[in-house]
């Protein structure tokens, strides 16, 4: 098979060594059970994660049986795998070289395949999109905008030069993105949440996290004076160098 008509899929764990020492990738959802014995298709696997999990979210159940579907039925032998470990911030690429394996003594990793480590490279060797592709929020998925990068690592004059990338307009429009949804769902949660007393409590413990002293009047006394007492902390860690402690900045 060409290497272009190989497919490029990234997988997370929160178990780096059974993936590296044990040379398998897998996933989990060991209620689920053997993958191998379903029929190979996407309405199997959803009707049976319905019937595993019936209190899953509509979203969920379409997510969750797709990224079951597609490592038990999609991947091939000799396609690759990229997994970024936490462990020693590197990331690994490998190629497959197993079908589908259940391994029920894994628990919780039972849906396994084999695979075998090609190189450890650092983060650094690679462009902050292709970080960003890898970094997805699911366990398993395909990728697609970056796979050619990622397979330029694997070839043999290949070295990592550790030089800042141009940057990427797609990757900082992702990131405003994030930012402003996260600034947004803070805002609204904090305003359905921390209403009245619950909000100055809130904010007297974010004022003391910051390297304040802070002083939340008693609710009686509030609805007179409606003020708090803030102070800088005497020798405060986060006082500004070449000031005295207390000085305003």
Known sequence: MANEEKKIWGIHTTDDS?????????????????????????????????????????????????MLYRFAVEVKIGDYVVFPS????????????????????????????KVKWLKHLPRTAFSQGALYEVGSALSFFLLKNYADEYMQALDKGFKPSFALAEPDETVAATTEDIVEATRDFVLKELSKQLKG???????????????????????????RHRHHRIQRRTASPYSCPGKKPGQRH
């Open 197 to 223: 007393y619950a909000l100055e409590e809130f904010v007297a413990e974010l004022l003391r996290a910051m390297g304040y002293r802070c002083t939340v009047s008693p609710p009686g006394r509030r609805q």
């Open 86 to 113: 936490k462990a020693d911030r590197k990331i690994n690429i490998g190629v497959v070289e197993s079908e589908f394996i259940y391994n029920p003594e894994a628990a919780p990793y039972v849906q396994q395949r």
């Open 18 to 66: 059974l993936f590296l020492h044990n040379d398998v990738i897998a996933i989990g959802w060991q209620d689920f059970g053997d993958c191998g014995k379903l029929e190979p298709n996407r309405e199997a696997y959803k009707a049976h994660y319905i019937d595993t999990y019936p209190d899953s979210k509509k979203g969920a159940i379409a997510t969750s049986a797709g």
